[in-house]
């Protein structure tokens, strides 16, 4: 079982980006999907949890109004759309699953039963 993300690369200030999470596992719809994202230098921080059905729980207001998630689980595919980045949202960017409804606060790390490689985005003019 695995999660793969991709969609990362450079991108400029202001424009918008999608990374996607792929989970090669027939119930993806049984797990609630994590994104995370890890700045140099700095911890690995939450940014919201994508419920089984959808709902969202936010971690962190550093993304607050820009960031947005969504899920496919016909496609078994969860999804981070970033808008009008910035050069401070530079970062690995990961997703991780696990098989509950979204906590109202991010578990620690080696609760997620799953979680993907990470992928680079990097914002810069």
């Known amino acids: 079982v695995q999660l793969v993300e991709s969609g990362g690369g450079l991108v400029q200030p202001g424009t918008s980006r999608t990374l996607s999470c792929i989970l090669s596992?027939?119930?993806?719809?049984?797990?609630?999907v994590t994104w995370f994202r890890q700045a140099p230098g700095s911890d690995r921080e939450a940014l919201f949890c994508?419920?089984?059905?959808?709902?969202?729980?936010d971690y962190s207001d550093a993304a607050s109004g820009r960031f947005a998630g969504s899920r496919d689980n016909s496609q078994n595919a969860a999804y981070l759309h970033m808008y009008a980045l910035k050069v401070e949202d530079t970062a690995v960017y990961y997703c991780?699953?696990?098989?509950?409804?979204?906590?109202?606060?991010?578990?620690?790390?080696?609760?997620?039963?799953?979680w993907g490689q990470g992928t680079q985005v990097t914002v810069s003019s």
């Open positions: 991780a699953a696990h098989q509950d409804p979204c906590p109202v606060y991010p578990l620690p790390r080696s609760a997620y039963e799953i």
């Open positions: 596992k027939r119930t993806f719809s049984y797990y609630s």
């Open positions: 994508i419920g089984r059905s959808e709902t969202i729980r």
